[in-house]
T-cell receptor
Framework: AQTVTQSQPEMSVQEAETVTLSCTYD???????LFWYKQPPSRQMILVIR??????QNATENRFSVNFQKAAKSFSLKISDSQLGDAAMYFC??????????????FGTGTRLQVTL | KAGVTQTPRYLIKTRGQQVTLSCSPI?????VSWYQQTPGQGLQFLFE???????NKGNFPGRFSGRQFSNSRSEMNVSTLELGDSALYLC???????????FGPGTRLTVT
């Protein structure tokens, strides 16, 4: 079974600064997808960024980028030019490509990001 | 395009009762997945429905069940509620199984 670990329960960053959230995972599969989701106080989960394991190039989405290290099974999220609206719980998630389990997202425990002035 | 909607948003039930939660996916999406979020267990996958068939199921007791209608709307039912069933229940839709999932705002269930 796959597991996802987020070792930072809480992080803090000043507005306009850069912060990196860590995520490691364990899997025996060679192809899979990784995601970062954001859950603000409103509780709605929002997809931030996704990475396909077969792609060597790190995904980027505006101020959000990832550092995907497949051999190390590491998938960190970098938020540049942090904004107050980035304050939220961030979840790292894994999804298999196997048809039988492709619908299931396995989540980490989350990192609460605080953005200060 | 409207997002995923869930009703009701908040619900209070008594132990032993049953409850039904509803999820309407994004128009055109045929896969609906359900997740339970609690402070202790985090986010856990309940099940997925695609074309009215359960495709995948998480490790939850049989008290948790679901179904999907021909218009892709899905319902989740929990029978004989226990205090531990208090949670945020999230629904996510995707075009088909394996594609990106978009989440609804959730239903906050409190069991007293």
């Amino acid at each position: 079974a796959q597991t996802v670990t987020q070792s930072q329960p809480e992080m803090s960053v000043q507005e306009a600064e850069t912060v990196t959230l860590s995520c490691t995972y364990d899997t025996s599969e060679s192809d899979y997808y990784l995601f970062w989701y954001k859950q603000p106080p409103s509780r709605q989960m929002i997809l931030v960024i996704r990475q396909e394991a077969y792609k060597q190039q790190n995904a980027t989405e505006n101020r959000f980028s990832v550092n995907f290290q497949k051999a190390a099974k590491s998938f960190s999220l970098k938020i540049s030019d942090s904004q107050l609206g980035d304050a939220a719980m961030y979840f790292c998630a894994y999804r298999s490509i196997n048809t039988g389990t492709a619908s299931k997202l396995t989540f980490g425990t989350g990192t609460r990001l605080q953005v200060t002035l | 395009k409207a997002g995923v909607t869930q009703t009701p948003r908040y619900l209070i039930k008594t132990r032993g009762q049953q409850v039904t939660l509803s999820c309407s996916p994004i128009s055109g999406h045929r896969s609906v997945s359900w997740y339970q979020q609690t402070p202790g267990q985090g986010l856990q996958f309940l099940f997925e429905y695609f074309s009215e068939t359960q495709r995948n199921k998480g490790n939850f007791p049989g008290r948790f069940s679901g179904r999907q209608f021909s218009n892709s709307r899905s319902e989740m039912n929990v029978s004989t509620l226990e205090l531990g069933d208090s949670a945020l229940y999230l629904c996510a839709s995707s075009w088909i199984t394996g594609y990106e999932q978009y989440f609804g705002p959730g239903t906050r269930l409190t069991v007293t």
